[in-house]
């Protein structure tokens, strides 16, 4: 589905330069859910923005469905965004002008997809828990209601493949496995998820486990 090959990435900070991905290779299969941890600024973040199309990588290959998104045109490759890959983050980045029905159905407009997308829409939140909030506005909604939203907002355009980027980094511990739950329900239902954390309490969600250590990659053998 999804293959890095040697991705690094170093940032030039005046004089000084960070390795944040220092030689990554991963292979993404159909159907996986892989949980990438690593404590804080260990590259997790500039790892899945490479992956997701919006970092692009100092040396590296990433191929989706065997096509590289970083040799695409800029054009093709926001049209891939849009389609096949979506990024969830620990914030919810819903528009405030936007009630939460519409905020899920935004991104149709970028896939050119709206044709009964309020249907579709109404049966994510459904699915995301949040039945009878759809026509609030996002200030209305809790912390773990906007993640629960965005969780929406990702699957309007049925992508082949969701990179989450910690997602439950801010949420009080309660309701992180509520959280971590509909993860869980959409991998059931066919999706495939690469979720990082700096938690490692999450693994048992996860069919496979990678830990992040300074830009390196590694599988955990459980
Ligand atoms: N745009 C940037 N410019 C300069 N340095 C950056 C940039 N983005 C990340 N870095 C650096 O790269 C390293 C990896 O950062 P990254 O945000 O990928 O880590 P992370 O694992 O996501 O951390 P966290 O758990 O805090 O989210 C850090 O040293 C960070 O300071
Ligand atoms: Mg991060």
Do not use: Y
Not at 97 to 119: C, Q, R, W, Y
């Amino acid at each position: 589905m999804m293959v890095a090959t040697g991705l690094v990435k170093r940032f030039t900070i005046g004089s000084t330069e960070v390795l944040a991905v220092d030689g990554v290779d991963l292979d993404i299969k159909k159907g996986d859910f892989d949980l990438i941890t690593g404590v804080e600024g260990s590259g997790k973040s500039t790892l899945l923005g490479m992956l997701g199309g919006l970092t692009p990588p100092s040396e590296g290959n990433i191929l989706l469905q065997g096509q590289n998104i970083w040799t695409l045109s800029g054009t093709r490759r926001a049209h891939l965004r849009a389609t096949e890959i979506s990024l969830i983050f620990s914030f919810s980045g819903l528009l405030p002008t936007l009630t939460v029905l519409e905020n899920v159905m935004f991104p149709s407009v970028f896939a050119g997809t709206m044709v009964h997308i309020d249907k579709k829409a109404h049966r994510l939140l459904q699915l995301v828990g949040l039945s009878g909030k759809e026509d609030l506005g996002p200030d209305c909604l809790s912390p773990d209601e906007g993640i629960r939203a965005s969780i929406a907002r990702a699957l309007i355009n049925d992508p082949s493949i969701i990179l989450a980027d910690d997602p439950v980094r801010d949420l009080d511990p309660e309701k992180v496995t509520g959280i971590m739950e509909i993860f869980a329900t959409i991998h059931r239902e066919g999706k495939t998820i690469v979720l990082a954390s700096r938690t490692t309490e999450l693994e048992s969600f996860a069919q496979r486990v990678m830990r992040m250590e300074r830009g390196k990659l590694s599988e955990q053998i459980a």
